[in-house]
């Protein structure tokens, strides 16, 4: 018998106006797997991310984490039951200090004293605790996206989900990601994570879910996926299946 | 400035407040002047929490100072009931008038939220009009006089008033400081940057949204109550006006430096004095001019220290520290 999944998604559907954004997606996350999501650009990658953490309200369908349902639920609730996200495009509170931004992620939990000395924690788990007292404004993206993860641990997530962290990270800074997500898998945490770099997303991943328009269209171990036929022709086109 | 020369600062200023009655007439304008300047800052000061710390910029909040007049001195005429304790019922008044507005409006931003709670102090000003059966209408109200009496909040001497003046101000500016240093202080920031991102970690933006209207509502109606003991005399179009008090309190606070403790205070030392100076030295000249003088300088503070004169104060900080 396998273990309950950790985030169950259940028929979750999302309509903006014409256009069918999330379209009956159905998968679950294991309890401490990486998990990536991959798919062509607009496939509904962060609107799924969007979704789930409760910043779009879902037309159908259901979500549960750790069996219970959080579906419909205002994205503060979602976070106080251990699921919150990065922002792709980061989202900081650029007036703020760097330690300031994540501070705010530990008030969750903790009071004002508390949180302040978990935030200097949590920046120092992504090493940057040298750069704490900076303007969260004048950082370079990199660094942002950084603060971003170090926030969201500030909430004690159970399940974290990367959007896009390692986006124009040259390649040692990329390593170092892949070392972060690694040691914060062995901390006990669940990620799903959305990178557009394949090879990385293949290294790194236990298992991989692809999207395309808004629909799933594989499950599986990173050797499945890439052989595929569906996910090959979503990326290539169908004219290179042979 | 470190944290020991701000308060040595403060400290310093205080005691010059404290003293400062001392040399002048106990029934002059110079000290009716004074008194203003701390009730207005006060005012400021109640404005900034909402404005300041969440960045919402309210035009709205004559409808609570008004609230908190009206409240105090109906029960004083029709209760006999001391001002004192009117204040803390207009308080209420004025909190659960501010969690109404609050409600409708807070995921308005900008000009709406400006124009929606614009609309609200007027609407406030229109009923206290025509509802002449409670408030008198637009004759006004006028708070019974009582033989020198610190229980009913009524003095000959302007000279109490611009103590309980400085009061208000230090305890305005003091749950002003505390607020900004508390959990609540980092959830507005939060809120007022990116409230999705806020509400992704686990701040409830509407609830901290909510909270920080009803404490400003609280303050600004209690300020209310001091205006009335002071002057008398009030009718709707002054406590409840958008020019005389909203926009007022608003400029007081921008001029000084939005969202900073010391912005409404440094805001009321220079609009209060520099509006009676400009009725007292131009109105006789040519109508109209001294409002237009007073405009002039306004913008032309606002277009040379945007961030309010507050920041004056930081630029000289920033330069003697990279000096050193």
């Given at each position: 018998m396998t273990a309950p999944p950790i985030l169950s998604l259940k028929g979750v559907s999302k309509r903006f106006g014409g256009l069918q954004a999330l379209g009956d997606v159905t998968f679950d996350v294991r309890r401490g797997e990486i998990l990536g999501l991959i798919g062509p650009n607009g496939a509904g990658k962060t609107t799924l991310f969007s979704a789930l953490v409760g910043l779009h309200r879902i037309d159908a369908g259901s979500v549960a984490l750790d069996g219970r349902e959080i579906a419909r639920m205002a994205p503060h609730r979602v976070a106080a039951l251990g699921l919150t996200k990065t922002f792709q495009n980061v989202a900081l509170f650029g007036e703020a200090s760097v330690l300031d931004n994540v501070l705010i992620g530990g008030l969750l939990r903790r009071d004002v004293a508390g949180a302040r000395a978990f935030a200097a924690e949590c920046l120092a788990r992504v090493g940057l605790s040298a750069i704490a007292e900076k303007r969260a404004g004048d950082?370079?993206?990199?660094?942002?996206?950084?603060?971003?993860?170090?926030?969201?641990?500030?909430?004690?997530?159970k399940v974290l989900l990367l959007d896009e962290v390692m986006a124009a990270l040259n390649h040692a800074e990329t390593a170092e990601i892949v070392a972060l997500f690694r040691q914060l898998q062995a901390d006990g945490l669940t990620l799903v994570v959305v990178?557009?770099?394949m090879k990385t997303v293949m290294s790194l991943c236990d298992r991989i879910v692809a999207l395309s328009?808004?629909?799933?269209?594989?499950?599986?171990t990173p050797a499945e996926i890439a052989r595929h036929p569906d996910v090959v022709a979503a990326y290539l086109g169908r004219e290179y299946v042979g | 400035m470190t944290r020991p020369t701000k308060l040595a600062a403060a400290a310093l200023a205080l005691l010059a407040a404290l003293c400062l009655p001392l040399g002048l007439d106990h029934q002059g304008y110079a000290i009716r002047v004074a008194t203003l300047v701390f009730l207005f800052g006060a005012m400021a000061q109640s404005w900034n929490v909402v404005g300041g710390l969440a960045n919402q910029m309210s035009l709205g909040h004559a409808a609570f100072f008004g609230i908190g007049a009206y409240t105090s001195t109906l029960l004083l005429i029709h209760a006999g009931l001391s001002p004192w304790l009117g204040m803390l019922a207009g308080g209420v008044l004025g909190g659960l008038a501010a969690a109404l507005i609050s409600l409708p409006t807070m995921r308005l931003s900008g000009h709406y939220f400006a124009l929606a709670t614009l609309a609200f102090g007027e609407v406030m000003r229109v009923v206290a009009n025509s509802w002449a059966g409670l408030t008198g209408g637009p004759v006004g109200l006028s708070?019974?006089?009582?033989?020198d009496s610190l229980a009913l909040f009524n003095f000959k001497s302007t000279v109490p008033h611009y103590y309980i003046a400085l009061a208000a101000l230090c305890l305005v500016t003091a749950i002003f400081v505390w607020i900004r240093n508390s959990a609540l202080g980092y959830r507005l920031r939060a809120v007022r940057e990116n409230v999705d991102a806020a509400e992704v970690v686990g701040v409830d933006t509407a609830r901290t949204k909510l909270v920080a209207a009803v404490i400003s509502g609280v303050l600004m109606a209690m300020?209310?109550?001091?205006y009335a003991q002071l002057n008398f005399f009030f009718d709707p179009d002054t406590v409840f006006g958008a020019a005389p008090i909203?926009?007022?309190?608003?400029?007081?606070?921008?001029v000084g430096g939005v969202g900073t403790a010391i912005g409404p205070i440094v805001g009321a030392l220079v609009i209060i004095p520099l509006e009676e100076a400009a009725n007292l030295?131009?109105?006789?000249?040519?109508?109209?001019?001294?409002?237009?003088?007073?405009?002039?300088?306004?913008?032309?503070?606002?277009l040379v220290q945007p961030h309010g004169l507050a920041a004056i104060g930081r630029r000289f900080q920033r330069k003697s520290k990279g000096a050193s």
């Open positions: 950082l370079s993206f990199p660094e942002r996206a950084r603060v971003e993860v170090a926030r969201a641990l500030a909430t004690e997530p990178e557009h770099h328009f808004g629909r799933l269209l594989a499950e599986g | 708070v019974p006089f009582a033989p300020t209310g109550t001091l909203s926009i007022r309190v608003a400029l007081i606070a921008i030295f131009l109105s006789s000249q040519v109508a109209g001019l001294s409002g237009f003088a007073y405009g002039l300088i306004l913008i032309a503070v606002i």
